[in-house]
């Protein structure tokens, strides 16, 4: 039976995310810690229940098991309904064949029998890789107002940064009349934030011609986007002004999360009309021991501090050891830090142990690179490692 | 073995009058981002217990809403769950219950109505983390009509004057039971929990009726020490009873200490669940210099905290110095303010450059939404 909804999203969370090395060897990019408490999945779900969009398909593919279970019954976002609500999409077995998703206008095509389900009016597409906050509703009203066929979201970069982004050029009603991956010699400076907002009927046909292409890369920016463009289709660009950091590598990831602390951070999470939902670990609240000292930090639930910590960001149940010192890090859930370590501008994964007396990475001020200390591993008493460290638990 | 729950959520307020003016017992908040019914609804759960029935009497709007459906407790359940029981009694009789016996008049319905074999009762005033599947089997074991979970302790006669102290034998059956003795020293005393059948407090309670009764702990509990085998189950481990205002500030203030904290949050599988809210992490400025204290997420802090208790959302200002006290949710301290031994209800606002002081056995209380 189906039960309509006017827009759904579809969230493309499949990918590896390999340039975060360790951070990603086993979880999928989306289920990455971010700002303390989150995952990176949380901002665009919050995005669509605070837009008003309560259906909510979320692709997987790579690694998705944390993923999945983080996401469970969409509860954490009010994405559990009856009808609706969020639901995660893996790769699967069919009656003619199985395929894993082979690009990202592929996986939406393998789920089309899904967005039927809701007979939509427009579909949503997102990517699981962003921070930012964002009203689709609003997206989708110029959508709308404008009879558009697509909708792509773009955002002003700097012109020495263009080159690494989906360039558009638009006219001056917004309608794009140009679109360029990269180009060598962009020609505007506004870029594709990989947020788009079709027409069902449109997306439908365009994916089915796509997939009946040998040669395609089945994959929206390469493929679908010219099609559409090429066929003289009403393509509209969408201005959004506001936050929008790319955290695919360990150097914006890094950034994205020092974008939190300070008196007048770029991203606020003190914002109650919109606020960032994730699924709250049980934890009693953070216990500042005599001897602490916590400085232009974020610290989560359950983090017992007895050292001191500088410009950093601890995720829950974190323990910081007597005369330990953090400075300019990012330190994910549950890991414990010994006493004596010194931590230097680096990122730690969950649950690893370092022992006491280590020194990792080397200060900011002397312009390191980031150390990474992957999940569970334990960094043995007195080890130093320096910085551009990748360290890993081996299988 | 299946068992319910009743809580009852509205006695012994009377001890700490200026945190429960507007709010059941059990809705009082406690260590920082926790209310005192989590404590006992989380003991419940933490023993298998998958319905639980919350006896309130009034002002229990901001209970309701905190306990909500149950889920944080994984009670919000097709079979069992949490259900609230409000006042219910006869059209002609108006006035309120005033005693445990006629709460429990009260929800005959309900209890007539359950299944399950065994009944725990809880008051919502004392804060501790216990195994109750222990105290069930001890139950079963010595083959008890009802066991009682008490705790044994150096008391003085102040303090066991507001208490139920009981003399056991050697196997631990209750000889005895007094109510508020004039009496001093170690002591056995109850803490407020209950095991027993359910048929037999549905027995208990019909015949108390019956009797005209008034007292559950005289006219049930110590008139029957020989005629029922009732048992003392001894709980060991941290505990914090919150009767009067400076109780509240010290058992608060118990906290600021790894090895409560181990007690009472850190039993392996027996976590306190609460209501979630989902509050950012807690944010210290470059100029916030915290020092032995117990923060809940939400914070920002901007200023020196000292020796105190953070609920959610609160928020230190520039160069204010605050040591010693407790901030309930959303309080706002202003720049420059200076307190020590506050205690502050929710959404209080203290503007900039004020200065507040108590002392430990008289701390300054500021009511739920001051302005100062």
Request: contains cysteine; negative net charge; glycine residues 8%.
């Amino acid at each position: 039976m189906i039960h309509r909804k006017e827009t759904i999203a579809m969230l493309l969370a499949g990918g590896q995310g390999s340039r975060l090395y360790a951070l990603t060897s086993n979880i999928a990019k989306p289920a990455v810690t971010f700002g303390g408490k989150y995952r990176i999945i949380d901002f665009p779900l919050s995005n669509c229940i605070n837009s008003g969009i309560d259906t909510v398909g979320v692709l997987t593919q790579y690694q998705p098991l944390v993923l999945n279970e983080y996401i469970g019954n969409g509860q954490p976002w009010d994405l559990d309904r009856t009808y609706g609500g969020v639901h995660v999409l893996p790769p699967y077995q069919a009656k003619k064949k199985s395929e894993w998703y082979k690009g990202t206008a592929n996986a939406i095509y393998q789920n089309l029998h899904f967005i039927n389900r809701y007979d939509p009016e427009n579909v949503v597409i997102l990517s699981g890789d962003h921070i930012y906050k964002m009203d689709y509703a609003a997206m989708v009203d110029f959508h709308n107002e404008h009879n558009a066929d697509c909708t792509i979201a773009v955002i002003q970069v700097p012109m020495k940064e263009a080159s690494r982004f989906g360039i558009m050029t638009a006219d001056e009603n917004g309608k794009i009349v140009e679109f360029e991956e990269k180009p060598k010699a962009p020609k505007s400076d506004l870029a594709s934030m990989g947020i788009y907002v079709f027409r069902k009927d449109v997306l439908e046909r365009y994916l089915i011609e796509d997939e009946a292409d040998p040669k395609s890369s089945n994959d929206f920016g390469k493929n679908i986007i010219p099609n559409m463009l090429r066929d003289g289709k009403c393509m509209m660009a969408y201005r959004f002004e506001g936050y929008w950091k790319d955290v695919g590598t360990i150097d914006s990831l890094w950034h994205a999360n020092m974008d939190l602390i300070g008196e007048n951070p770029a991203m606020d999470l003190f914002d109650p009309p919109w606020p960032i939902h994730s699924r709250n670990p049980i934890e009693p609240p953070q216990f500042i021991a005599e001897e602490a000292s916590v400085e232009n930090s974020m610290l989560g639930g359950g983090c017992r501090v007895y050292g001191t910590v500088v410009n950093s960001l601890l995720s829950s149940g974190v323990t910081i050891g007597r005369g330990a010192v953090i400075r300019d890090s990012v330190i994910f859930a549950n890991t414990v830090i010994g006493d004596g370590c010194v931590v230097d501008h680096s990122i730690i994964d969950e649950n690893v142990v370092i022992e006491k007396d280590c020194k990792i990475g080397l200060p900011l001020k002397d312009k390191s690179k980031i150390a990474v200390i992957g999940r569970d591993c334990v960094v043995k008493e007195g080890s130093i490692l320096l910085d551009d460290t990748m360290m890993e638990v081996d299988d | 073995m299946s068992t319910v729950g009743i809580i009852f959520t509205n006695l012994h307020g009377k001890n700490v009058p200026e945190l429960v003016r507007l709010r059941t017992m059990g809705s009082v908040p406690f260590a920082g981002r926790y209310r005192l019914v989590d404590f006992v609804l989380s003991n419940m759960v933490n023993s298998g217990v998958t319905k639980v029935g919350i006896i309130t009497k009034y002002n229990y709007q901001s209970l309701m809403y905190h306990v909500g459906s149950g889920k944080e407790w994984d009670l919000a359940r097709k079979n069992g769950g949490l259900i609230m029981l409000p006042p219910y009694g006869a059209p002609t009789n108006d006035r309120l219950y005033s005693t445990r016996l006629e709460a429990l008049k009260g929800v005959m319905g309900f209890l007539n109505r359950c299944k399950e074999e065994y009944v725990i009762m809880s008051d919502c005033d004392k804060v501790f983390n216990i195994d109750l599947d222990k105290a069930i089997e001890q139950h079963k074991a010595t083959n008890a009509d009802i066991t009682l979970v008490y705790r044994r302790a150096v008391l003085t006669r102040e303090e066991a004057s507001q208490l139920s102290i009981i003399r056991t034998g050697e196997d631990g059956r209750v000889n005895e039971l007094l109510v508020r003795p004039n009496l001093a020293g170690e002591l056995d005393h109850l803490v407020n929990v209950v095991i027993l059948r359910r048929q037999l407090l549905v027995t208990l309670v019909a015949d108390a009726i019956s009797h005209g009764f008034k007292s559950f702990e005289m006219d049930i509990l110590a008139a029957n020490t020989s005629r029922m085998r009732i048992f003392g189950y001894q709980y060991e481990g941290y505990y914090a009873d919150l009767n009067s205002l400076a109780a509240y500030f010290k058992c608060s203030m118990d906290l600021l200490n790894e090895e409560v904290i181990d007690a009472l949050f850190g039993q392996e599988n027996r976590p306190i669940y609460t209501k979630v809210k989902d509050s950012p992490p807690t944010k210290y400025s470059a100029n916030a210099k915290v020092k032995n204290s117990f923060i809940a997420d939400g914070c920002y802090i901007e200023g020196t905290v000292e020796n105190c208790i953070l609920f959610r959302g609160v928020k230190i200002g520039k160069g204010a110095v605050v040591k010693n006290c407790i901030l309930m949710q959303d309080t706002c301290i202003g720049a420059d303010a200076e307190l020590d031994c506050v205690i502050s209800d929710k959404n209080v606002y203290v503007k900039d450059r004020r200065k507040l002081a108590g002392c430990e056995t008289l701390p300054f209380f500021i009511a739920k939404g001051s302005m100062v």
